[in-house]
Antibody, heavy 119, light 108 residues
């Protein structure tokens, strides 16, 4: 079945970086763009950026420009999101979500990865 | 960017009742690129409605979406126990895509 499986929870110190993975299965990896969205504890959803798994092109939310890098590995059908210069406000659950070719709504989501930033 | 406002913030209803959730955009949402998601505690969001009114795969027909321009509505015709959750709207017609703050539907 179609699924996105993310890496496990992380605890990082302020100033460090974190790299979260999202492994796709059950569909043609390169046919669906992938987004990253985060959700701080008790808060709403915040879009971070998008990657085209086919060519690797990316577009990031202005808020994260310079701090976020999204990459992909087509050999393992995995996308990655790396966030640097972490601060306490980056404590959140990070989700990957794909969009189908016929529409840009997020039809399948990963289970989420909790990233905690604490000294 | 387009700002989405959802109302009410919390909706307290009983199973079997009808739920009407509103999503208003600060600018017109192009081509009705408006989606609704359901999120339960500890779970990822689940797509319910895309294109303002199309149900996603496997979504029961008690969920329906309507609207265009700046005003959109999600209706749950008869609430089932599993429908009590937080609902988010999202516009994806203009970059960046944005989400509303959510409406919590809880048991009265």
């Amino acid at each position: 079945q179609v699924q996105l499986v993310q890496s496990g929870a992380e605890v990082k110190k302020p100033g460090a970086s974190v790299k979260v993975s999202c492994k796709a299965s059950g569909y043609t990896f390169t046919s669906y763009y992938m987004h990253w969205v985060r959700q701080a504890p008790g808060q709403g959803l915040e879009w971070m950026g998008i990657i085209n798994p086919s060519g690797g092109s990316t577009s990031y939310a202005q808020k994260f420009q310079g701090r976020v890098t999204m990459t992909r590995d087509t050999s393992t059908s995995t996308v990655y999101m790396e966030l640097s210069s972490l601060r306490s406000e980056d404590t959140a659950v990070y989700y990957c979500a794909r969009v189908p070719p016929y529409d840009d709504a997020f039809d399948i989501w990963g289970q989420g990865t909790m990233v905690t930033v604490s000294s | 960017e387009i700002v989405l406002t959802q109302s009410p913030g919390t909706l307290s209803l009983s199973p079997g009742e009808r739920a009407t959730l509103s999503c208003r955009a600060s600018q017109s949402v192009s081509s009705s690129y408006l989606a609704w998601y359901q999120q339960k505690p500890g779970q990822a969001p689940r797509l319910l409605i895309y294109g303002a009114s199309s149900r996603a795969t496997g979504i029961p027909d008690r969920f329906s979406g309507s609207g265009s321009g700046t005003d959109f509505t999600l209706t749950i015709s008869r609430l089932e126990p599993e429908d009590f959750a937080v609902y988010y709207c999202q516009q994806y017609g203009s970059s960046p895509t944005t989400f509303g703050p959510g409406t919590k539907v809880d048991i009265k």
